[in-house]
């Protein structure tokens, strides 16, 4: 396994991490617990669950795994979305009693999914809860998991309070999020990168996406997770596992690997630009909307439908993901704005249109 640096930490990730946001048998908590031994055993060192991952159950999963684990082998990573700083501490003692774990290694900040609520959890005394626990050793180091424009997030990154971020960041969507790499490495920060499959779109599309592939990637899968590990500024990338072939795959995809060099990423990134002509590449030039419409999230999200999936997927990926509902879509007053900048020249009135319509069941 290869480990990256941790940003200022003086700890070392693997390159390949675990999520633990969904299994495929929710209530087998021994099953799942024997998929993060099998990641331990591969050298995979940091777990990343949160208190309402699968269906609440996902820390009891870690704590089951954790106890036949060295403590001195493994980081463990968890969340709080409170912005009550009182709410955020009785969430902390709560995952500390569950996964039977006396300090959280990198604790976040949860899910800031908008730039109003940044400030939202400083004033309400979250992340100044956060930073005391650091003190008393409870948490090891704050971080924050954000779904917000790379400006956004270098705006929250050069206020120095985090000693990491976990963003989005993928073969799709990296133009949306390039600079709050950069940022991240100005300011010498862990960054762990959540959804490098494309929240699951590169695995179910391989065929379409296989362009994507390079000579010595054994599967296009492979090759997106080699993409995120190349970035300098990227310590690892956190892959929702539910099965053991697919640790293997992952930690097959780096093993012995040689990062790929500027010259292949800028190939790939001329792959993308012509390969994905009518999908969202997330490169927020569409924003602002005079209305307040989300529209790279809702463009993201009907992604999820171009690439071959339902309605019920983009109305999934909405809800779990960015927070919004599918009437998110309604506020459209169709001034057509956003379409004149889109870089990608979508149809994005129609497709809100669609969006408005999709009934959550
Ligand atoms: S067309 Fe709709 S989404 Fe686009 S800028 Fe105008 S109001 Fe906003
Ligand atoms: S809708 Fe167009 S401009 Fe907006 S983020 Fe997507 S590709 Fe970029």
Same mark, same amino acid.
């Given at each position: 396994m290869w480990y990256k640096p941790y940003?200022? @930490?003086g700890k070392k990730i693997s390159v390949v991490s675990f999520g633990g946001m969904r299994f495929d048998n929710p209530d087998d908590i021994d099953a799942n617990a024997e998929l993060l031994l099998h990641a331990h055993a591969q050298g995979i060192n940091y777990f990343d669950t949160a208190p309402g991952y699968n269906a609440g159950k996902s820390e009891e999963v870690f704590a089951a795994a954790f106890k036949q684990m060295p403590r001195d082998s493994f980081y463990c990573s968890t969340k709080s979305g409170k912005s009550d700083g009182g709410q955020l501490r009785a969430d902390l003692e709560k995952s500390l009693r569950r996964m039977n774990v006396e300090k959280i290694d990198f604790f976040h900040i949860w *899910?800031? @999914?908008?730039?109003d609520q940044w400030p939202r959890r400083k004033a309400g005394g979250a992340v100044a809860a956060a930073l005391k626990a650091r003190e008393e050793g409870l948490v090891g180091h704050v971080a924050a998991s954000l779904h917000l424009s790379g400006r956004e997030i270098c705006e929250i990154v050069r206020e120095g309070l985090l000693e990491g971020i976990t963003v989005g960041y993928n073969m799709l969507n990296f133009p949306f999020r390039s600079s709050a790499l950069e940022c991240a490495a100005e300011m010498n920060m862990g960054v762990v990168t959540m959804n490098p499959l494309g929240g699951g779109l590169i695995p179910n599309d391989a065929g379409r996406l296989d362009f994507l592939r390079g000579s010595g990637d054994r599967s296009v899968v492979e090759a997106a997770i080699r993409f995120n590990v190349s970035?300098?500024?990227?310590t690892s990338a956190l892959v929702g596992f539910t099965t053991k072939r697919h640790i293997d795959e992952a930690v097959a995809a780096v093993e012995d690997f040689q990062p790929y060099d500027a010259g292949h990423i800028e190939n790939l990134k001329s792959k993308i630009d012509e390969g994905f002509?009518? &999908? *969202? @590449?997330?490169?927020?030039? *569409? &924003?602002?909307?005079p209305e307040g419409v989300e529209i790279s999230k809702l463009m993201e999200a009907y992604n999820h439908k171009i690439l071959g999936q339902g309605d019920q997927d983009i109305v999934n990926r909405l809800n779990w993901h960015w927070g919004l509902m599918p009437e998110a879509a309604a506020a459209c007053v169709e001034c057509g704005q956003c379409e004149g900048k889109c870089t990608q020249h979508l149809p994005i009135i129609e497709r809100l249109k669609h969006i408005a319509g999709l009934k959550v069941k």
């Open positions: 940003g200022r @930490t *899910c800031i @999914t908008s730039a970035h300098p500024a990227i002509d009518n &999908l *969202c @590449t997330q490169c927020g030039y *569409c &924003l602002p909307c």
